[in-house]
Antibody
Framework: QVTLKESGPVLVKPTETLTLTCTVS??????????VSWIRQPPGKALEWLAH???????SYSTSLKSRLTISKDTSKSQVVLTMTNMDPVDTATYYC?????????????WGQGTLVTVSS | QSVLTQPPSASGTPGQRVTISCSGS????????VNWYQQLPGTAPKLLIY???QRPSGVPDRFSGSKSGTSASLAISGLQSEDEADYYC????????????FGGGTKLTVL
């Protein structure tokens, strides 16, 4: 059974750094046919892709947020960590992690429940 | 402003067939496959269609997807009240927009 679970602070202050952890089970982060992405959704708005990481440590970031994001993984702990610096109230959103399955194509086949992060002083 | 364009809303009555469109460009839908996600109120998105027209195990065959050129469509036949949700298309994008882009979402209302 594949599960992903996000964890991290529910409230951060402007200018602070956000650190989110995605703990996965039911698959290994060393599986060459899988990766993990972070995706966020501001209240009442659309989904926005943030970053991904694959088993070979290949990483990619949203062009608009690249300077603020860092993604990493700890395969032994089955965890993927996303840090976002210089948080602003516009970053208030539900943050999801999702598994990427790689066949001849890529798609997000399992999602975590999401964690709501509010940015406010 | 989302890279993929979807109508903000759609509606239908129980039993009807509804379609939701997703328009992109040559760098995304035109050269890569499209995935669709269903987001029920207050829940995380769920994979509905992948690789343009493939259904994951457990997704009813009332849901179908298609792609032509730089556009894609999601069709729901035999509409049911539990289909009321937000629907998002997504695709890999080969330009600086990517690598992943989403549509703005379509809120489906079952009347």
């Amino acid at each position: 059974q594949v599960t992903l679970k996000e964890s991290g602070p529910v409230l951060v202050k402007p200018t602070e750094t956000l650190t989110l952890t995605c703990t996965v089970s039911g698959f290994s982060l060393s599986n060459a046919r899988m990766g993990v992405s972070w995706i966020r959704q501001p209240p009442g708005k659309a989904l926005e892709w943030l970053a991904h990481i694959f088993s070979n440590d290949e990483k990619s970031y949203s062009t608009s947020l690249k300077s603020r994001l860092t993604i990493s993984k700890d395969t032994s702990k089955s965890q993927v960590v996303l840090t976002m610096t210089n948080m602003d109230p516009v970053d208030t959103a539900t943050y999801y992690c999702a598994r990427i399955t790689v066949t001849t194509e890529y798609y997000f086949d399992y999602w975590g429940q999401g964690t709501l992060v509010t940015v406010s002083s | 402003q989302s890279v993929l364009t979807q109508p903000p809303s759609a509606s239908g009555t129980p039993g009807q067939r509804v379609t939701i469109s997703c328009s992109g460009s040559s760098s995304n839908i035109g050269s890569n496959t499209v995935n669709w996600y269903q987001q029920l109120p207050g829940t995380a998105p769920k994979l509905l269609i992948y690789s343009n027209n493939q259904r994951p195990s457990g997704v009813p065959d009332r849901f179908s997807g298609s792609k032509s050129g730089t556009s894609a469509s999601l069709a729901i036949s035999g509409l049911q009240s539990e289909d009321e949700a937000d629907y998002y298309c997504a695709a890999w994008d080969d330009s600086l927009n990517g690598p992943w882009v989403f549509g703005g979402g379509t809120k489906l209302t079952v009347l």
